[in-house]
């Protein structure tokens, strides 16, 4: 297209934009030219007002003249090549083309991948969502053997995290591991030795079964004591209970049979002088105390005051049975606090097979089991509590005991 040598020469051309100063090059020299520079000037108007920014350029020539020429199909290739290669930063027509085309599958692989996650996305949350066949079982028997709402969660929310939904097809592994999580929310409260005289105190609501209970711990240090061939223990039964008809007499029975003495005290100066006369002369001094509801607050902390004498030291229990409603007994705890009690004494365990209720509510207070009862039987149906015992009343469950007994072996 250019056939005559001239020499490089600097020169400017004014454009309004930057592209536009090319492609008027373009046009003028085809691709025979170098921009040097570029810069924003301002032009036009009228005494100085009014004035537009524009483009200058500056370039230099090769070493051709432009002329005028035919064009043919090669040339516009040529053309059409070339001014891609300027927008494109100089990649070639078909360069542009290949990245076009891939552009165009990138896009589509998006597309692809980003409907491949949300669909397993939506998968997973369904799958969490849904209630595993082991999960929903395990759930049943909690219920069944009436473990609280709350207790049921924990659990379910503790098999997921601890199982995967493969491992879930195995029912027996994750009902065993339930047991055990069971069995390490019972606390078994420790035997304790207290300095003599060893002051035990019950308390608890009316109709819990106190008056027998206390019976049944003097009967049992006794034959602890024969049987093991210790002194004769040194045991005093005191009732401070004023509401019950009979309560003195019935207590007194018993301390008859077993050869027992018993004291009546209505106030807390009584309480006093009874401790004073025969602490030195006492292994141990069983008090036992009214019933009142769990919201008589008033004689609830009259009864608090009567104990309230110095040096008694008593180790306090709550009294209460197996078959009370876990509402009932959360409300029971809170109102029996004010006594400071260290653990509890499950009571007539016999009129009930499921002990979910209480074993959750006392796991989710904190609170420790000492005994259990089941019967009227005095010095019978007593006996110290155990996490296997409970574990054995599990109703549903497939309980391997050779494995409980050696997880929750008993301290002696």
Not at 319 to 332: E, F, P
Request: glycine fraction near 6%; hydrophobic fraction near 35%; include cysteine.
């Amino acid at each position: 297209m250019y056939n005559e040598k001239v020499s490089p020469t600097t020169q400017t051309i004014v454009a309004q934009t930057f592209d536009e100063c090319r492609r008027q090059l373009y046009n003028m020299y085809g691709s025979d030219y170098t921009i040097t520079g570029h810069r924003t000037v301002l032009k036009g108007g009228m005494l100085g007002f009014f004035q537009k920014k524009c483009i200058e350029a500056t370039y230099i020539v090769g070493t051709r003249q432009p002329q005028q020429s035919v064009s043919t199909p090669a040339d516009f290739q040529k053309s059409r090549d070339e001014l891609l290669r300027s927008a494109t930063g100089g990649a070639s027509t078909a360069s542009t083309i290949q990245i076009a085309a891939l552009n165009k599958t990138v896009e589509e692989l998006k597309k692809t991948l980003t409907s491949k996650i949300d669909n397993l996305a939506t998968a997973t949350a369904a799958q969490a969502n849904e209630k595993h066949p082991t999960i929903q079982k395990i759930e049943e028997l909690l219920s069944e053997n009436e473990f609280t709402f709350s207790y049921v969660n924990q659990i379910s929310n503790r098999i997921r995290e601890e199982f995967s939904y493969a491992e879930l097809d195995d029912f027996d592994a994750v009902q065993r591991k339930v047991v055990d999580w069971i069995g390490e929310s019972i606390e078994i409260a420790p035997r304790l030795y207290r300095k003599l005289p060893h002051v035990i105190v019950l308390v608890g609501p009316t109709g819990v079964g106190k008056t027998t209970t206390v019976a049944k711990l003097a009967a049992n240090i006794v034959l602890d004591a024969r049987e093991n061939g210790k002194p004769p223990a040194r045991i005093r039964m005191v009732t401070i209970d004023r509401t019950r008809v009979g309560a003195e007499e019935q207590l007194r029975r018993f301390g008859e049979i077993m050869n027992i003495d018993v004291d009546k005290a209505e106030t807390s100066d009584d309480v006093k002088q009874i401790f004073d006369t025969y602490k030195d002369a006492l292994d141990v001094l069983i008090i036992d105390t009214s019933g009142y509801s769990p919201n008589d607050y008033e004689n609830i902390g009259k009864m608090r005051a009567m104990l309230n004498v110095k040096g008694l030291d008593a180790d306090v229990y709550l009294t209460i049975t197996a078959s009370t409603k876990a509402k009932d007994l959360v409300s029971i705890i809170q109102n029996y606090e004010p006594f400071n009690f260290g653990s509890v004494i499950v009571t007539k365990c016999d009129e009930t097979s499921a002990y979910g209720n209480v074993l959750s509510v006392l796991a989710e207070k904190h609170k420790s089991i000492s005994y259990i009862t089941d019967g009227q039987k005095v010095p019978r149906n007593i006996e110290r509590a155990s996490v296997v015992t409970f574990l054995k009343q599990l109703d549903g469950f497939t309980i391997d005991r050779i494995h409980i007994e050696d997880t929750f072996a008993e301290e002696k």
